[in-house]
């Protein structure tokens, strides 16, 4: 959602070009090659767009509906709680400056109660003023519709009992973690924990602790070609495993931290945070099953691809994501995958289709594929709880199958 200049799309889009694949040995991570703002192969910019035409005053695009993300499908009712986390061990990348790598994290669980509690935000106003400014929406009641937007989860109660497998959402480049909100809610819901990271530096701005705001340092470096994608993948492979060590190491951060299945973890991201997936898969055995949501890799697998781990492939039904499309890397990589897989594209989807952006998109008029916001999000959810259900939960699950009447936009591809 971070709009950048028609500059820096294309030296994020030279960059994509120019980078030869690889092939990395079994502890390294893979890349993902970018393209404009989101790291998406793609000749054509794909960055969500501010709208042609704004009825009435200037920053103010006309409204379509209310601004509001699908409830969750799930039987059980969802907690969430923040952690701010900060690992020492090594220097920020974008920022060698800071006191260590800096991270928020948000949990989303399955809870107790349904209904009970302080209802959790969906941003902080500042947070959602500069997503929104980089569309071209900057009118105050905008910010705090955005902001104030209903999660249906309930600040730090009671976790159900249990444990549950845990989940990784790592959001795409320039974009907040909680561009993944209407992922993350649904998964809770059908029972698991899910930790949706925001990587410092690397968005359109992170609240942290002590009123501070973390801005997109990244996405200058890139433009100006003082690094590339797979210092973006490398950084979040290495958050990833910091993530783990903290909500299942032997001295947790997070309160109910014993409500999470150490044995059962997958990851999933949109974008380069899709191919982080990837990436943190190869950097990490705990890890057992991967989603890479319309991300261009950058590197080719190593032989032996990911052990036998399950990917799966999500992403846009056109000629970027279909076999022998323009992103060769998803060809590459499947390729080289040795265990489970599925390649899914979407009829009539856009790059942010997997992510929140299809409701922002619809309400604030802003450019959009043609299917509609709620079969966008519908589909999403129910293919990665699908995938999770059946590689974490042992639960076989007959929608992976093969080509569903339900949800006729998904489409089994085999190259």
Partial sequence: MVKLTRAAAAALLACAIALPATTLPATAATRSAPASTTFRSSPVPTALAPPTSSPGSPGSPASVGRLELPAPTGKLGVGTSVLHLVDRSRTDPWVPEADGRELMVTLHYPASRKGHGRPAPYATEEEARLVLQGVGVTDPASVR???????????????????????????????????????AVELASRGYVVASVDHAYETSGTAVPGGRILTCVACKALEDGRAKGSDVTAARAADVRFVLDR?????????????????RIGMAGHSIGGASAATAMLADRRIDAGVNMDGAFWDTLPAGGLGGRPFLFLGTDDETHRPGGEDATWDTTWRALDGWKRWLTVAGSDHFTFSDAPVLQR?????????????????????????????????????????????????????
């Fill in 247 to 263: 909500l299942t190491g032997p001295r947790p951060s997070w309160a109910y931290a014993r409500t999470i299945d150490r044995t």
């Fill in 145 to 183: 519709a955005l902001a104030g937007m209903g999660t249906y989860s309930a600040e730090d109660v009671r976790p159900a009992p249990g444990r549950h497998p845990l989940v990784l959402l790592s959001p795409g480049f320039g974009v907040p973690r909680f561009t993944l909100t209407n992922v």
């Fill in 363 to 415: 309400h604030f008029g802003l450019p959009a594929g043609p299917i509609p916001a709620d079969r966008a999000l519908a589909v999403t959810r129910v293919y990665l709880t699908a995938f999770f259900d059946q590689h974490l939960k042992g639960v076989p699950q007959p929608l992976l199958t093969g080509p569903s009447a339900t949800h006729p936009e998904v489409r089994f591809q085999q190259p």
